[in-house]
């Protein structure tokens, strides 16, 4: 039986109750899609201007449901079949720089003061772009969204190559080329069953050479063994998700040789809990791994994967996390310090948003509660 077999539509993603503290408390994101974080009325906006005529509602409230619901399906390959609507509708300079400008805000709106946006600049093309012309509108686009909203988020991007296609390597030089302006390193993504990582071993191999950072999806859809390729073989920095590294720890607490490496070295996990109950790689919220994985020492960091997709924010992902396991500030506090220590960003930098912005926005939170 699969293990979201029992829930009914749409529990994973019912939007909780965000408190006040939540709302204000400073957050990073590691792990966001730009193609998954669309406004729907953006879409609908844009899908008339473009031509597109696939929606199932011009409705901007019932596409945001439809989105969430038909996502809710306890599959990754069904999950990633959505999102065939929001590429429909980034086929143009205009749109990328818009979507961009628009996931920036939307981002420092929910408090987030850092984050890496990701996308697969080949699912881009259709409209006649080049790769560099896509890297190019999003960058601008960030850049403008960082500037709306005042200088108080930082973004950069993160430039996925899709792991059933052979384009990875193209991926991998474009990443290279535009690393001194705006792309902070590399992942792939896509259906994880029958793609195993070590297929874009050229990818990494080229990455690893030019000492580019890279992140790789695994351990979501597939087993621990997937965390072992993109780490051991791969050489992966980071983990998409990665929660299935449970299979690597035994009932009592202890950890194979993988899941000590991966917490000894480590190596972020980067979280997505809503959308893991989605997919069918978690069961419900009380029973997320999150909370395993954090009380033995991993470097947990907490995501959205897919605001529109997964029909969630930041605060919302905190505020579920509260509610399951009575977590306050101090643990959102690790989670965002776990995230900028682990951000593709150099040290001075990560050391700066530590120091300047996050140490001292949650003790601002703490005194005022
Ligand atoms: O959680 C995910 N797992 C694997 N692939 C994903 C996930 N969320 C989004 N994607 C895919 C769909 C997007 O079109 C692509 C690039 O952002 O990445
Ligand atoms: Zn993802």
């Known amino acids: 039986m699969h293990l979201s077999d029992n829930l009914p539509a749409s529990a994973a993603a019912a939007a909780p109750a965000v408190a006040e503290w939540v709302r204000r408390a400073p957050k990073a994101v590691l792990h966001d899609h730009l193609d998954g974080g669309l406004r729907p009325e953006t879409i609908i906006e844009l899908a008339r201007e473009c031509g597109y005529t696939g929606l199932p509602t011009e409705d901007p409230a019932a596409l945001g449901v439809w989105f969430r619901d038909a996502a809710d399906s306890g599959s990754l390959e069904r999950y990633l079949e959505t999102f065939a609507h929001t590429c429909a509708v980034m086929q143009s300079r205009e749109a990328l720089f818009r979507v961009a400008a628009e996931c920036a805000e939307d981002l420092a709106a929910d408090g987030v003061v850092y984050a890496e946006v990701r996308y697969a600049p080949e699912q881009h093309l259709a409209g006649g772009l080049t790769l560099d012309e896509v890297v190019t509108a999003v960058n601008e686009g960030f850049r403008e969204g960082e ?220 005194a005022s509660r």
Request: charged share 25%; net charge negative.
């Open 147 to 366: 500037r709306r909203a005042g200088g108080r988020i930082v973004v950069g991007a993160l430039l996925t190559g899709m792991r059933h296609t052979d384009r990875s390597l193209e991926i991998a030089e474009l990443t290279v080329a535009h690393r001194a302006s705006g792309v902070a390193g590399f992942d792939i993504a896509g259906g994880e069953i029958g793609n195993p990582p070590a297929r874009h071993l050229p990818a990494f191999q080229h990455l690893k050479r030019h000492n580019c950072h890279f992140t790789i999806h695994a351990g979501e859809a597939v087993g621990a063994e997937s965390v072992h390729e993109a780490v051991q073989v791969c050489g992966a920095e980071r983990i998409g998700h990665g929660v299935r590294i449970t299979d690597d720890i035994a009932e009592d607490g202890t950890l194979g040789h993988l899941a000590a490496y991966v917490r000894d070295n480590r190596i972020a996990l980067e979280v997505c809990p809503t959308s893991n109950l989605q997919t069918g790689a978690a069961k419900d919220y009380a029973s997320h791994p999150i909370d395993l994985l954090r009380r033995a020492g991993f470097r947990v960091t907490l995501n959205t994967d897919n605001r529109l997709v997964s029909g969630t924010t930041m605060s919302r992902e905190f505020q579920h996390m509260a509610d399951a396991f009575g977590y306050g500030p101090e643990v959102f506090e690790e989670f965002t310090v776990a995230a900028v220590e682990a951000a593709f960003l150099p040290l001075p930098e990560r050391r700066r948003i530590i120091d300047e912005v996050i140490r001292p926005g949650y003790a601002a939170l703490t």
